[in-house]
């Protein structure tokens, strides 16, 4: 009887502990990878760990009893010094968790090394769709874009318009060679055809060789499959060689808000691209960024720390319907089990090969007289809905899909 | 005499790494362990030849690709992985060594950078490399179908073994009549070739050596990180090694393992400053260059001779 007694009282105990104590060391521990210092700094870097905190604020993790925690680290954008972080990160720091990671060969490297120690973890910063294809893993979702879906939208909008000749200027790394694959399958898809291609290395400074080659190839597009600075400086330096000015259209295959606002309306003006957020869209969003703009010098929030935002708060309510963040691979079941909501991508799904699904729009940035400010730089040109926005699940070649 | 006190050195280093894993991340010291070597095969060549190679890159980062491609992809065991490494970058060695060598002072520096550069545009373009993705997921299979490398501490008494053997050859090099020879090289080339030396094989021995035991560094680098990237072939890698040597100490028995425990510590720990971690290395270049140009390892020993002395 006495033992029976001592039994009961244990178990209800263990019960009543139960939420926090199942939690691997009692916390949430959140790691934000990114840029910090280079290239792809204002895109993701603080912005992303700002909005990190704020999905967890908003979610009201203390409230619920569940102690997150945040740290981050910079990536310099090579893959060894990412790996490096992110082992030391999950063998000794206990995060469960990584987030954003732009740069697609850092990203590919995590990817594999959260899959060996069944983490998790949420992809924001980079574009390959190999996360959601051929390197598919249990234990990743892909939150915000991805080549597929940009090279999808600009390429089908800019053929459909009588673009139908491209040329290439490629940044020379798997994000470069995958966004042009995705662009060149669209454009010849469509009936477009590709006149020459051009890979520059990655980071470049200096495009005018290459854009010399893009001019004399006479073809009506140039596509440009770079990202960050390499895009900025690469339309900058084709204005200088009157590129459009001599009837060549320039595609950005990956534009975010802050290249624009360096680049300035007067040279980014007309430029037409696929993103996946704005800040102006909606006033959910335009609440957002009024809050981010001023923790973050200014800037206004890019589709990745949107996406950021998103994936942690999608993160925190499968770890809370489970109570525990112990198996990467069970709490991606459970974020792909749950349809997701939040204030900023509003209602979606994650599929079964990892991909969060919703809506992609094509923007048109603004004349110079059509801004009312700073910041005001997007017209949206054409909602691509979630269905079509994304690589259909059968053609990913994902082994999670059967 | 000599002898027993760098005996007693090795055996304190030894146990110190021994008893190591108990307080530090062993991944960690397996990146310390292997750039380690990668500089004491570079002072072999800057310090007792006094030939300052600006190219070592190629055969760390070289070998890294080679023994990741023939064990991700061929499905080599590891310990063969390493070897194949070992064996590439000293045959490229070779060839580098034979060209090189030819030339004196700045210009084998020359030689040597653009050598490496060749090669780095090479791995930046071939097909097997990846790319900027590097070789990814290169798998860590047992350890002659028997010891479990998968766990990081196992694997680091494996990387502290292969550390010991690369530094022992070194060591028994640097003693023997060869490295008399080469000593007298580094002091005066002439007149060893008067007495008789022919130097230019003395000289390409040694490049060899240097080049197949950074390989052998670079190769063990790829199976712990399971990674082999641009980052290793780079030139900055080159450059990196050139500072680990320097502040450790050039020409002296342990300096290299001091310098290259200083920078992977300072590169690991201040991380967090992003870029600024360049500017601090920078610094810490000229300070040593400045005010102690015998490196940490060689003012300590200096001081010794002087106490003893004194």
Redesign the interface.
Known sequence: MRTRMMLLSAAAMLAAGGAQAQMSDGVVKIGVLND???LYADLTGQGSVWSARKAIEDFGAAAKGLKVEVVF??H?N????G???V??WY??DKVDVVVDVPT??VA??VN?ITKEKNKVFLVSGAATADLTGKACSPNTVHWTYDTWALANGTANAVVKTGGDSWFFLTA???FG?ALERDTEAVVLARGGKVLGKVRH??PGTDFSSFLLQAQGSKAKVIGLANAGGDTINSIKQAGEFGITAGGQSIASLLLFITDVHALGLKTAQGLVFTESWYWDLNDANRAFAKEFAPANKGNHPTMIHAGVYAAVTHYLKAVTALKSDADGAAVVKQMKALPTEDKLFGKGTVRADGRKVHDMYLFEVKKPAESKGPWDYYKLRATIPAAEAFRPLKDGGCSLVN | MTWNRDMLAFLAFLALAIAAPAAV?P??LM?VLCFALFACAFNLLVGYVGLLSFGHAMFFGGAAYISGHVVKVWGWPTELGILAGTACAALLGLVTGAIAIRRQGIYFAMVTLALAQMVFFFC?QANFT?????I??IPRRPLLGLLDIKN?LTFYYVVLAVFCAGFLVIYRTIHSPFGQVLKAIRENEPRAVSLGYRVDQYKLLAFVLSAALAGTAGATKAIV???A?L??VQWQMSGEVVLMTLVGGMGTVFGPIVGAGVIITMQ?YL??????VLVIQGLIFVVVVLAFRRGVVGELMAWWRRRAGG
């Open positions: 910090q210092s280079g680290a910079d310099q090579k893959p060894d010094v790996s490096n972080v082992r030391q063998d000794v697609s060969s590919l490297a594999q020379d790394y798997a060679h290395p990655f | 991340y991944v960690f990146k930046l990846g790319g900027e993705d590097g990814q997921a990081d990180f399971q990674l990237s980052t290793d690991n991380a967090g400053f992003g870029e600024w």
